[in-house]
């Protein structure tokens, strides 16, 4: 078996999602907009295009003719999908997926109105007018997103009249393309959150990884941890209400469910059809396979029989402080080094910015996870990027 992936988006998740397919004697092609990118340093070709450009979508998928087109991003033209599939390539998981999952209206009314799922009350809006509207329904506080944009881009939380307009401006400002459409959701006061790591399989056998608890700033993941303690009741909930969002979305692979768990109740927030950034604990060595080894078995049909906890473990990400346009040199990593049962992974990406993500410590073992935390945090706290 050799196969032919091309790999539109080559971040850090992409990184190891090419080592794992190497390891299985694969040829990737990495692709993104801008050279160097961490997959691109590992995969077999790469090509830098705007994916968000699909003409130029067209030129590098009838170029390369890949069995597999794995997204590991968002901003993509990925409309362009259902096309390719009519053409006997495979999307992962699937156009459907992948279309439904970009668009916060479709994935919503998804749930809600044909799965029934339990969610966040929730209304739109395409105008100010209609914001006023639909936050008079929901009510305060609430959170104001765009239909579709990524890493919390134009999400903000309105607590009283005087933010709506700043909210719709910072919203519309932050979606992705000319979608001048929003959504309002009821602020849940959740007591956490997690996101549940779930492998479909070609022979319907879907798979659980233990749940992982997680914390955001600025939209993007700071710790997560594996695995979160909860009720049991809580976790069957959350399990059976990804089964049935991913059978309805179709295909195989690693999707990133997440939920909130408020008042005793279970609420269904997002997912992603790929490798989920609060899965590089997986890294750590939590798991027989880690999350992108999971997803690239399912990809290429290796049957996965089970995934099972091995041991404790927490991450935490290394950020950037400033800007750096030639390939940011990493500082103390011999002292990182000598904490005992932590590691650290570096993404090797060309250029930095204030808070962007440049690496990433783990911590492992029998301890709990609020240790293991801490641990992690304090790999990351004295690796510095100059």
Request: hydrophobic residues 40%; negative net charge.
């Given at each position: 078996m050799r196969k032919k992936i091309l790999l539109l988006g080559s971040g850090e998740l992409g990184k190891e999602f090419v080592i794992s397919m190497q390891r299985l004697g694969q040829y990737v092609i990495a692709v993104d907009n801008?050279?160097?990118?961490?997959?691109?340093?590992?995969?077999?070709?790469?090509?830098?295009?705007?994916?968000?450009?699909?003409?130029?979508?067209?030129?590098?998928?009838?170029?390369?003719?890949?069995?597999?087109?794995?997204?590991?991003?968002?901003?993509i033209r990925t409309e362009k999908f259902y096309d390719y599939e009519k053409k006997g390539m495979t999307v992962i998981p699937s156009a459907k997926a992948v279309n439904y999952t970009m668009n916060r209206k479709a994935i919503r009314d998804l749930a809600v109105l044909e799965l029934g799922l339990k969610t966040a009350k929730y209304q739109y809006a395409t105008s100010l007018k209609e914001l006023q509207e639909a936050v008079d329904v929901i009510g305060y506080?609430?959170?104001?997103k765009p239909l579709m944009s990524s890493s919390g881009k134009g999400q903000s939380i309105l607590k009283s009249k005087l933010d709506i307009q700043n909210a719709w401006a910072y919203a519309i400002s932050g979606s992705r393309g000319d979608l001048m459409e929003i959504i309002v959701e009821e602020f849940i006061n959740f007591d956490y959150e997690i996101t549940l790591l779930t492998l479909t399989q070609n022979d319907g056998n879907t798979l659980f990884c233990p749940p992982i608890g997680h914390r955001q700033e600025r939209g993007d993941y700071q710790e997560s941890w594996q695995p979160i303690d909860m009720k049991n009741s809580h976790l069957q909930a959350a399990q059976e209400m990804a089964r049935d969002i991913t059978a309805a979305l179709g295909g195989n692979g690693i999707w990133g469910v997440e939920f909130f768990i408020a008042q005793n109740s279970v609420y269904f927030s997002e997912l992603s059809p790929r490798p989920h950034d609060t899965g590089m604990v997986t890294l750590a060595g939590t798991q027989n396979f880690n999350e992108f080894e999971l997803h690239a078995r399912a990809i290429l049909g290796i049957p996965v029989l089970r995934v099972c906890l091995l041991q404790n473990g927490a991450s935490s990400v290394v950020l950037a402080e400033k800007e750096n346009n030639n390939f940011p040199v990493y500082l103390r990593m011999k002292e990182a080094a000598k904490i005992p049962n932590t590691d650290f992974k570096i993404f090797g990406k060309p250029s930095s910015h204030k808070f962007r993500r440049m690496g990433v410590a783990l911590a492992y073992g029998k301890e709990n996870t609020s240790c293991l935390v801490n641990k992690a945090k304090e790999v990351s706290?004295?690796?510095?990027?100059?």
């Open positions: 801008y050279k160097n990118a961490p997959a691109m340093q590992l995969a077999h070709d790469y090509e830098v295009i705007d994916m968000l450009d699909g003409t130029e979508l067209d030129r590098v998928v009838f170029k390369h003719q890949p069995d597999f087109i794995v997204p590991e991003v968002e901003s506080p609430c959170v104001v706290s004295i690796i510095g990027v100059d």
